[in-house]
């Protein structure tokens, strides 16, 4: 599956949410594709995507995507990232 | 014999002092490392030589929006005005020092990891963007400053600055980061990093009563600032048009008008042209970005998973955001207070620095004072409440207009450009490591590596005697803080009883 990750500009803490999307990904044996974007383009991108994972913050800037989207309290909690992810693991 | 020597030529010659191409090989390496797959490789290491280009053809973009500006700004002030922007001061040293630059990243990465490996100061630097900014900045006053002919020197000297101030910063910050968070799990991997430990310290001088800013509702209606690429834009149009109308009126139309290519016909083409350049602008930045965002997306993870092989248990310093939920509403209170300090910044430059040393016309650059503003108020608030955040971000505001105008007179014939760094360690370790590389190579260079090694000292003293003793800053606020709590709950168990008691006196009746 295709997720899209996305924080205010799409240089800083989205890239390490993709490195931590993408160890969680493995483990739980997924087969995913993580791409990372700023708030605002992800509106455009966002239904290109399968998911999106932002900040609570971002999630509004997102409103009338498609694509569900989850929101992330800490992008460094991997057991937090498991629990979104496990939802879609299928 | 003559064969190897022309191969050998040609890769240093044409493929590794191409800095796209160096940026992909290195990219392509890292993700060797992490053992993925070959398509994976070559899809890594062509995307990041690819966004290093996109880099470049965005500073082209953004050069020649920001040409007519500084014109603009001459003509109405006498004074050279620049924005504060890392992005486009990076992509627009890029062609002149982008190899210097990847080799200084390469290299003070490989000397991070030792220094987090067999010192006290235990922090993996990740914030990529930074990382390139730094290595820009490095590459650019060590040039000016040894001759641009002693490479290799500037090259080392680089890399251990920059491999010092990488675990250096995320110690100092590491005591407040620890208030702001409440654990001791994350720490600040960000240049403004200095701003951060300013306002952290206010706020604990100032802020001992203060309530906190997140018991404050906020309209709604300021959130679409964060979408930079807005915010960014829509600062330059009104910058644009404020420069456009005070030139128009303090100088003679036949001079205006040759301000821009388009050579307008009349006020009304004039003012449109402006608007029109404020918006190249705005597009140059988004290429820009996106060039950073498509090299990062190769660069970081490859960083990250060998980082982890090698300081297992190594705390991982972080971009500034990942601060920003613990205070949301001390973050937009930071950035506008920053704002406003960068305004009055900016008129003492105009009416005082400016004429008195000659010190450029800092304008305020939206992203980073949306960015170190707002880390800036979520460190004051934890230390100092309201007050803190208030007082905090305009602190700040205040060092990055002051310091960006003091780092442009160690740029050499960069500080000409319509464009400098824009947070507080940028500014202040730039500044230092351009002054003493004036020396020359010799003096200079050993001056730069004493220099980098006195500051390492104080960081392991101060992680070893402050940090890991587990000091937080800011405990009256704290205190204070624990007792409004304490009355909250207090009053809330207190309303509670009351309507329990009362809803039993209607059952009775």
Redesign the interface.
């Known amino acids: 599956m295709d997720i899209l990750c996305v924080c205010g500009n799409g240089i800083g803490t989205s890239v390490l949410l993709k490195v931590n999307v993408e160890n969680v990904a493995a483990d739980l044996g997924m087969d995913v594709t993580v791409t990372t974007s700023d708030a605002g383009s992800a509106k455009g991108t966002a239904n290109m995507n399968d998911l999106v994972l932002t900040s609570p913050q971002l999630a509004p800037e997102l409103e009338g995507t498609t694509t569900p989207v989850e929101t992330v309290q800490n992008f460094m909690d991997t057991d937090e990232i498991k629990g979104i992810l496990e939802k879609y693991a299928d | 014999m003559n064969v190897l020597i022309d191969v050998l030529n040609f890769i240093s010659q044409q493929i590794l002092n191409v800095p796209a191409y160096l940026i992909g090989i290195v990219a392509a390496i890292g993700l060797i490392a992490l053992k993925r797959s070959a398509g994976q490789v070559i899809a890594g290491g062509l995307k990041a030589a690819m966004g290093y280009l996109i880099l470049g053809a965005g500073a082209t973009v953004v050069t020649s929006a920001l040409a007519p500006f500084g014109q603009l700004v001459f003509t109405a002030t006498g004074a050279h005005g620049v924005v504060p922007t890392n992005e486009v001061i990076t992509a627009q040293a890029s062609s002149q020092f982008g190899a210097a630059s990847a080799y200084i990243i390469v290299l003070s990465f490989i000397i991070m990891l030792l220094l987090a490996r067999f010192t006290p100061l235990k922090y993996v630097f ?4 930074h990382m390139v900014f730094m290595s820009t900045l490095l590459a650019l006053v060590l040039s000016f400053g040894f001759g641009k002919s002693n490479q290799t020197l500037v090259v080392i000297v680089g890399a251990v600055l920059m491999g010092v101030i990488m675990v250096v910063m995320p110690s100092f910050t590491q005591p407040f980061t620890n208030r702001v968070t409440g654990g001791d ?2 720490s600040v991997g960000h240049f403004n990093s200095l701003g951060y430990a300013v306002s952290g310290a206010i706020g604990a001088a100032v802020g001992k009563k203060s309530k906190s800013t997140e018991d404050i509702n906020f309209p ?1 209606g300021l ?1 679409f600032l ?5 915010s960014t834009t829509l600062l330059m149009v009104v910058l644009y048009l404020i420069f456009a109308i005070w030139a128009a009126i303090v100088s003679p139309w036949n001079v205006v008008k040759k301000i821009f290519p388009s050579n307008p016909a009349d006020y009304g083409a004039f003012f449109m042209a402006a608007f029109a350049q404020a918006l190249q602008f705005g597009i140059g930045v ?1 290429i820009i ?1 996106y060039g ?2 498509i090299i ?2 190769e660069l ?2 490859a960083f ?2 060998i980082a982890k092989r090698v300081v297992p248990g190594a705390k ?1 310093a ?5 601060v ?2 613990y205070g ?1 509403n001390a973050s937009l209170i930071g950035f506008l207070s920053s704002f406003a300090g960068g305004l009055v910044a900016l008129v003492l430059i105009g009416f005082w620095l400016g004429p008195a040393w000659g010190v450029a016309l800092i304008l305020p650059g939206m ?1 980073p004072h949306f ?1 170190d503003g707002g880390g800036a108020g979520v460190f004051g608030n934890a230390t100092g409440g309201r007050i803190g955040a208030i007082l905090g971000g305009f602190v700040n505001g205040l060092l990055i207009t002051f310091l960006p105008a003091l780092l442009m007179t160690v740029m050499g014939t960069f500080g000409l450009k319509n464009s400098t760094f824009g947070d507080a360690d940028f500014c202040w370790y730039g500044t230092i490591a351009g002054k003493l590389a004036g020396f020359g190579p010799v003096a200079g260079g050993i001056a730069l590596i004493i220099f980098a090694v006195v500051l390492f000292a104080i960081a392991c003293v101060w992680q070893v005697k402050v940090v890991n003793t587990g000091w937080l800053p800011g405990a009256k606020h704290a205190e204070f803080i624990a007792e409004v709590k304490k009355q909250e709950d207090a009053e809330k168990a207190a309303a509670k009883a009351a309507a329990k008691a009362a809803k039993a006196d209607a059952a009775k009746a």
């Open positions: 990740l914030t990529g963007h799990q994350l709604k959130s964060r979408d930079s690429m807005v988004s970005l950073v965002r990062l997306g970081v993870p990250q998973g991982p972080l971009d500034i955001p990942i920003f939920p949301p992203v960015f």
